[in-house]
T-cell receptor, first 114, second 113 residues
């Protein structure tokens, strides 16, 4: 079993829909949780970052972390065709040394239909 | 452009050849990471530098791989005697201390024929 599991895709939604993306993890040492967006043939772009459990909102994006369930989510409100991309969850155990390396989920490809 | 840059963006090589990639991190970022991403997968950690010191290497980094970061600025990743299984996107990221703020470059896409 991989350390980070991400819901399989692809996912297709109509414009304006609320999108829910999820990841689970097995390593209880993870404390920092991130969502990256990656367009085709580009590098990942940091979208959201959360430390420990809780919620964080940034515009149309909300990140949630439930450490007790080892479950993280990203919600996208009022989805737009420009949100069509691959979304990757990532996490790390700490801020220094080897703990700062990121462990990624497999990624899910989202398509928002106009 | 003050982001992470990588060169070349694409590289096609024949099996058995050596290749070298370069990464220029965001100015003043003291931490630099290399990841590898294959089709349909998330990036996998390869190695990590803090300033010029290489502090961590993944078991994915076989003896054919070597990375350097002289003077704690740019970094190079060399693959010797390339194999078809080395075909992937090689990503570089840099950070100023906090793991939540690793910024990625555009990647170098390697194809080994």
């Amino acid at each position: 079993q991989k350390e980070v599991e991400q819901d399989p895709g692809p996912l297709s939604v109509p414009e304006g829909a609320i999108v829910s993306l999820n990841c689970t993890y097995s390593n209880s040492a993870f404390q920092y949780f991130m969502w990256y967006r990656q367009y085709s043939r580009k590098g990942p772009e940091l979208l959201m970052y959360t430390y420990s459990s809780g919620n964080k909102e940034d515009g149309r994006f909300t990140a949630q972390v439930d450490k007790s369930s080892k479950y993280i989510s990203l919600f996208i409100r009022d989805s737009q065709p420009s949100d069509s991309a691959t979304y990757l969850c990532a996490m790390s155990a700490g801020v220094g040394g080897a703990n700062s390396k990121l462990t990624f989920g497999k990624g899910i490809t989202l398509s928002v239909r106009p | 452009d003050t982001g992470v840059s990588q060169d070349p963006r694409h590289k096609i090589t024949k099996r058995g050849q050596n290749v070298t990639f370069r990464c220029d991190p965001i100015s003043e970022h003291n931490r630099l990471y290399w990841y590898r991403q294959t089709l349909g997968q998330g990036p996998e950690f390869l190695t990590y530098f803090q300033n010029e010191a290489q502090l961590e290497k993944s078991r994915l980094l076989s003896d054919r791989f070597s990375a350097e970061r002289p003077k704690g600025s740019f970094s190079t990743l060399e693959i010797q005697r390339t194999e078809q299984g080395d075909s992937a996107m090689y990503l570089c990221a840099s950070s100023l201390g906090h793991p939540g703020t690793q910024y990625f470059g555009p990647g170098t896409r390697l194809l080994v024929l």
